[in-house]
């Protein structure tokens, strides 16, 4: 488990790491605003001594272990617990449960899966870039939520892209991977609605929380999210009737393509109806068929028989049937 510590005013900042809860608990400096990051929370020990040092409640630490959460906001007396699935570009998109505790001065972020996706945010801290040193341990949590619905942007761009080629595609007779890879990209695109969701839902209670811990000044920001949210929502959605179209548009050229085989089908057992039928009438063993002994009865029932079918034929063609 991987455990950072970072500590910042606006006169500074600086960033530790450590292997143990309570080694990194010792960086911690109450006059200024602590961001404290745990990678790939597995070892319930470290969890728990961090929650009891930050009085974090039990049915929190369990909900942090629990990386199925759905994303959600819950208010305690001297925090707010915050739930969000971060989105990774992918085959189908990883998703990572990125569970947030914020205090007064205070914000502890743990993430599901190793690695540093948050690494803007520290360097805009280290280098004093943007607001963040500026202002409060509430606009620390906005950057971070902030981090990773961008993130659902690029996952949403890479996905509409997939589209645009799938439209491409539709049409393409010979395209057999077509509807397997729609399948797939219409599973990777319900994937990431089942994330961005219960956002839109959770950003809506935080927007009416009536919190000490959330400034008003910080209103703005959580509305300017809130509508990314939205967006990103509508943008899924626009997605799916897109997919949705895709599919019409494949099963309409399948269709059209039937119908063009069955058309030439039904055109040739109508020629060969007639044909049948007179081949059928001088194919009978009867003795007294007068036609039988006629010198020029065999190119004759021939000529009769081109002439039935190329007749048809002008026939169909004039009706505009082929």
Known sequence: MDLSIIGYDPAGAWIKTADTADELLRYRNPAGITWINVNDPKNT????????????????????????????????????????????????????QISLVLMEDTVITFQEIPGDSFDGIRKRILNNAGRIRRMGADYLAYALMDSVVDAYFLVLDALGAGIEDFEERAIDENDTALIPDLQRAKQNLIRVRRVIWPLRESLSVLLRLDSKLINDVLKPFLKDLHDNIIQAVETVE??????????????????NRMNGVMKVLTIISTIFI?????????????????????????????????????????????????
Request: charged content about 20%; overall charge negative; hydrophobic content about 45%.
């Open 274 to 322: 007639p044909l049948t039928f007179i081949v059928g009438v001088y194919g009978m063993n009867f003795v007294f068929m007068p036609e039988l002994n006629y010198p020029y009865a065999y190119p004759i029932t021939w000529a009769v028989m081109v002439l039935i079918a190329a007749g048809m034929l002008f026939y169909f063609k004039r009706r505009r049937w082929i």
């Open 238 to 255: 626009n997605y799916r009737e897109l997919m949705a179209g895709v599919m019409e548009v494949n099963l309409s050229s399948v269709s």
């Open 45 to 96: 020990g470290e969890i728990s001594r961090i929650a009891d040092f930050f009085h974090i409640h039990p049915l929190t630490v369990e909900d942090i272990m629990d990386t199925g959460q759905r994303p959600k906001i819950e208010e305690f007396d001297n925090y707010l617990f915050i739930i969000l699935k971060a989105l990774n570009s992918g085959d189908p998109p990883v998703t990572e």
